[in-house]
């Protein structure tokens, strides 16, 4: 099973405890929530999920695979962690383009259509710096899915879109769920986790707790 276990994981900062004794195990094929106020740690977790951040206690796994204790990034996670950056002189294309010649997964002629599906205009060449906050968005969640990963982490992937863009991003995930993904998202809007997710988590001051499953 391509879960994302998390076992009794504490992070420490300067002296602030920011994770407090988390576990949950996010499972294949499912959509998993994360709730709760700005500063609660949800951020936190997603950067130790996706091994910016070791934590000071307690271990993580991917696939069975501990790649803190490895000293490695997880293989085939996409995601969105705060505020997508691009750089503002290059198209939608162009930064895509760059991302995508690091790990040679996509080929050029593909790009566009992961632009195209998040509902960019994949021929424009407008600079992302002249991008709304929620085109931006989009080119992030384009830039997530692109290389086709087995696990995604979302944080807040709804920010800055309008309705039509919040529908558009809701379908591509159910339909990744459908694929066997194993998906964990955060957002701050109630009908987003209700109407995508299987299990929903509950953070406070660095300790989290299952509040709903299905």
């Known amino acids: 099973m391509k879960n994302i276990v998390v076992d009794n994981v504490g992070l420490s900062i300067r002296g602030a405890s920011i994770l407090d004794g988390v576990s949950a195990t996010f499972q294949e094929g499912m959509i998993s929530g994360i709730v709760g106020r700005n500063g609660s740690g949800k951020s936190m977790l997603f950067k130790c999920i996706c091994g910016f951040i070791t934590p000071t206690t307690g271990k993580i796994t991917i696939n069975n695979f501990d790649y803190h204790k490895q000293g ?12 997508p950056g691009f750089l503002p002189d290059c198209s939608a294309y162009e930064n895509l383009l760059r991302l995508a010649c690091i790990n040679g997964k996509v080929k050029p002629d593909q790009i566009q259509a992961w ?19 929620g085109m ?20 807040e992937p709804f920010n800055g879109l309008d309705k039509d863009g919040v529908e558009d991003i809701r379908k591509l995930l159910i ?15 109630p009908l987003d986790i209700s109407m995508l997710c299987d299990a929903v988590y509950e953070m406070d001051r660095g300790r989290m707790v299952k509040v709903e499953s299905r």
Do not use: C, W
Request: aromatic share 8%; no cysteine.
């Open 72 to 83: 490695k990034f997880p293989n085939s996670v996409g995601f969105i962690i705060e505020a």
């Open 115 to 133: 632009i195209t599906l998040v509902g960019l205009d994949s021929n424009s060449k407008k600079k992302v710096g002249k991008f709304s906050l």
């Open 136 to 155: 931006k968005q989009r080119l992030g969640i384009a830039q997530a899915i692109m290389e086709n990963p087995d696990y995604l982490i979302l944080d």
């Open 175 to 189: 339909e990744y769920k459908k694929r066997g993904k194993t998906i964990l998202l955060s957002s701050h809007n």
